[in-house]
């Protein structure tokens, strides 16, 4: 062969190469984030709420130990979902003055943590409502436009993954609070307020839908009678799980289920998966040991039984060395090797059909 012939094979393979690459890459251009501390990347550190994580030991196994405002040791899931869309490691919070458009662009989180889908349940720690990160939206798509133009932003909106994930503090920081009692518990039965809950999330899906997105997660709640600080106070049923918080989740997960097949027909060219975390949750907590974890009902942070927060923090002698071998960061958030742990089965189970 001469030399142009080989040349000219080299240069057919690079642009399969490369055309393979661009399909890839444009197939999930961006991943956008809407939701409660689970997917904070630091939104709250620009608001005046106590719910924040911005201070040493959270971020302490993330990239140059930074206390970013992720409620975590390190990455949250959406960084690891990011990663598997070939995105950056990272999804930034949009209210982080460090960031701009062109970060954003492939990636954003409005998240806020202590929020809900119920803005009573936001009010509680003055954080920022659902509606509110639907209006922060709206302004990132105007940024969106102006900087790329408005047919490729459109384009990029329309292939995004749009994600959620919310709801256990509707339960846990406000239907179930007893000190002061929560007005929803006396309003609503609990599966009345989980319809509830439902409506407000099927009205966001629409309104989401009607800005162009098509690609969307709903995000299922965690085992939430689980978490440490639940247990902690399961005194009388030996510091195991709360099962009627359990119950609740799953009732609520089945329902947001119901909710993505109703709108898939509802809403034509739309894409809703339901991304289910309970049961990968549950597994680990019952077989830590094949997935490397040797504690499960305490957290890494402190003593591991309350704090999460500002009680949470680097003057505790009491936080562990190695929080790999925990599934459990603080009290209410999972550390960095439970959230890839869970990332990468949602990924696999739910999300696989947008890669
Ligand atoms: C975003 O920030 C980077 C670095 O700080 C800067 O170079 C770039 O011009 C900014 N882009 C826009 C669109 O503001």
Request: charged share 15%; glycine share 8%.
């Amino acid at each position: 062969m001469t030399h142009s012939h080989i040349s000219f094979l080299l240069q057919t393979q690079l642009l399969l190469v490369l055309l393979i690459v661009i399909k890839v890459a444009a197939k999930v251009p961006a991943v956008i984030v809407f939701g409660d501390s689970s997917v904070d990347a630091g939104n709250n550190n620009q608001i005046p709420t106590i719910a924040r994580s911005n201070f040493q030991p959270y971020g302490r196994d993330f990239s140059g130990g930074k206390p970013t405002g992720r409620f975590s040791n390190g990455r949250i899931p959406t960084d690891f979902i990011s990663t598997a869309f070939g995105l950056k490691p990272t999804v930034p919070a949009y209210l982080d003055p460090s960031y701009n458009i062109s970060d954003f662009a492939t990636g954003v989180t409005f998240a806020s943590a202590g929020t809900g889908y119920d803005t009573a349940t936001s009010d509680v720690l003055s954080v920022i409502p659902l509606w509110k990160q639907l209006d922060y939206y709206k302004e990132y798509q105007n940024k969106l436009r102006a900087y790329r133009g408005g047919n490729e932003a459109d384009e990029t909106i329309k292939e995004a993954l749009h994600m959620t994930s919310l709801g256990t503090n509707d339960f846990l920081e406000n239907y179930y609070t007893s000190f002061p009692p929560s007005s929803r518990s006396s309003q609503y039965t609990i599966s009345q307020y989980q319809d509830f809950l439902i409506g407000i999330a099927g009205n966001f899906v629409k309104e989401l839908y009607k800005l162009g997105a098509r690609k969307i997660s709903l995000g299922g709640l965690p085992p939430m009678g689980c978490l440490p600080l639940e247990r902690t106070s399961n005194v009388m049923g030996g510091n195991d799980c709360i099962s009627r918080y359990n119950d609740v989740a799953l009732e609520f997960n089945n329902k947001l289920k119901s909710l993505t097949v109703s709108l898939n027909k509802e809403l034509p060219g739309s894409k809703l998966v339901f991304s289910n975390p309970y049961y990968i949750f549950l597994h680990m907590i019952r077989r830590p040991s094949s997935y490397g974890f040797q504690v499960t009902a305490v957290a890494c942070c402190a003593t591991g039984m309350f704090e999460m927060g500002y009680a949470c923090n680097r003057n505790n002698l009491f936080t562990c060395t190695d929080a790999s071998k925990y599934i459990f960061w603080d009290s209410f958030h999972p550390t960095e090797k439970a959230n890839h742990i869970v990332s990468d089965y949602l990924v696999k189970s739910a999300l696989a059909q947008f890669l």
